[in-house]
C-alpha cells in the first residue's frame, strides 16, 4: 500500500474527446510525477509538479496538461484524444529519490 | 521514447531457483530504483540504490549499482510463485526530474 490513490480505475473514452485523471498523493510527497505507459512497456515520463508548478516535461504535446493543489492531489488533463493516448495512466508522488506510485488508470479511447 | 535495456526480456523459472536480471544504459545515472508490477496494478518500489557499487538486500532481492554507474542488477533468491510479474529498472541523473524506465523483465515461476 503506498498511499497514492488514482481514479477513475477505467475510462472509455472517443477520439477528439478531453479527460482529466486525478491522483492523491502521500501526505507530505510535494512532488507528483505522471507517466503513460503502453501495453507492453515501461513507463513514459510526462511530467513533475512541485509546490504547485511544473519541474519538468518529457516528450509529450501540450495538449497533455496538468495541475497540482495544495492538499496533495493532482490531475493530469489530455485534450483532443487520439487513439494512441490508450493506455495505464500512472501517478507517481516522492520526497527525495524515490517515487511511490498509484495503480493507475486505464484510459481506452475508442 | 527512451528507455533503459533490460534482459532478459521474459524468463521461466522453476520454484525454489534463483534469478538475474540486470539493466543497461548509455548514459549515467546517480540513483537507480527497482520495481515489480504485477498485472493491471502500479510498479512497487522493492529496491533503491544511491551510490555506484552499492549492494543492497531487501528479503529475498539484492540489487547492485553497477560501477561504470550505467546499470544495474536484480538477484532474486529461492523464487516463489507470487514472484510472478514484470520486474522494471529506472534510472535518474543528478540535477533533473525524470526517471528512465526499462522496457521490463517479465518472470514467469513453475511451481
Known amino acids: 500500500e503506498t498511499g497514492v490513490t488514482q481514479s477513475p480505475t477505467h475510462l472509455i473514452k472517443t477520439r477528439g474527446q478531453q479527460v482529466t485523471l486525478r491522483c492523491s498523493s502521500q501526505?507530505?510527497?510535494?512532488?507528483v510525477s505522471w507517466y503513460q505507459q503502453a501495453l507492453g512497456q515501461g513507463p513514459q515520463f510526462i511530467f513533475q509538479?512541485?509546490?504547485?508548478?511544473?519541474?519538468g516535461r518529457g516528450n509529450f504535446p501540450p495538449r497533455f496538461s496538468g495541475l497540482q493543489f495544495p492538499n496533495y492531489s493532482s490531475e493530469l488533463n489530455v485534450n483532443a484524444l487520439e487513439l494512441d493516448d490508450s493506455a495505464l495512466y500512472l501517478c507517481a508522488s516522492s520526497v527525495g529519490d524515490e517515487q511511490f506510485f498509484g495503480p493507475g488508470t486505464r484510459l481506452t479511447v475508442l | 521514447g527512451q528507455q533503459l535495456n533490460q534482459s532478459p526480456q521474459s524468463m521461466f523459472i522453476q520454484e525454489g531457483e534463483d534469478v538475474s536480471m540486470n539493466c543497461t544504459s548509455s548514459s549515467i545515472f546517480n540513483t537507480w530504483l527497482w520495481y515489480k508490477q504485477d498485472p493491471g496494478e502500479g510498479p512497487v518500489l522493492l529496491i533503491a540504490?544511491?551510490?555506484?557499487?552499492e549492494l543492497t538486500s531487501n528479503g529475498r532481492l539484492t540489487a547492485q549499482f553497477g560501477i561504470t554507474r550505467k546499470d544495474s542488477f536484480l538477484n532474486i533468491s529461492a523464487s516463489i510463485p507470487s514472484d510472478v510479474g514484470i520486474y522494471f529498472c529506472?534510472?535518474?541523473?543528478?540535477?533533473?526530474?525524470?526517471?528512465?524506465f526499462g522496457t521490463g523483465t517479465r518472470l514467469k515461476v513453475l511451481a
Open positions: 501526505s507530505g510527497h510535494n512532488t
Open positions: 509538479y512541485y509546490r504547485e508548478e511544473e519541474n
Open positions: 540504490l544511491y551510490k555506484a557499487g
Open positions: 529506472a534510472g535518474l541523473t543528478s540535477g533533473t526530474y525524470k526517471y528512465i
